[in-house]
């Protein structure tokens, strides 16, 4: 009676670290926002539906971004449903007292809108493997 106990926790243990594996997802693509490329910045797909794993981001560079194959094992990013959030900052051309000390600093702004980062309903499925996912924001 012992040996099936202990075969059938090794069958359910076997099981269970296929499962928590899951399949890894990897993704790249462009990032616009009023047709124009988001010249730096950074995007980050949060696992959602029920979807394992921890989720991963990407930085943006000339409007476009990437996560490879080794990433994305990595960081656990796997095949399932993912809400997205981009967030972006630029300077605004005027100067502003430095709070972390003395003299003046570039002020900056965030200006990708927040239904797109904070308040974000974006939302992509990833499949196993290889996935493409533009993001084309409007103002």
């Not at 476009?64 to 993912?82: D, Q, R, S, W």
Request: hydrophobic share 35%; net charge positive; with cysteine.
């Amino acid at each position: 009676m012992a040996y099936g106990k202990i075969g059938i926790l090794l069958i359910a243990s076997a099981w269970m670290a296929g499962c928590s594996e899951g399949e890894t997802a990897w993704v790249s693509g462009k990032v616009t926002l009023a047709g124009k490329a988001v010249p730096t910045g950074a995007l980050r797909f949060f696992p959602t539906g029920g979807t394992p794993g921890s989720g991963c981001g990407a930085e943006i560079v000339d409007g476009h971004y990437e996560i490879t194959p080794e990433v994305a094992k990595k960081k656990e990013m796997l095949a399932g449903n993912y809400r997205v959030s981009v967030v972006a900052i630029r300077t605004t051309g005027k100067k502003i007292r430095n709070p972390d000390g003395p003299g003046m600093v570039s002020q900056t702004q965030m200006y990708i809108p927040p239904r797109y980062n904070r308040l974000t309903q974006l939302v992509t499925e990833l499949k196993p493997g290889e996935n493409n996912y533009d993001l084309t924001m409007a103002p």
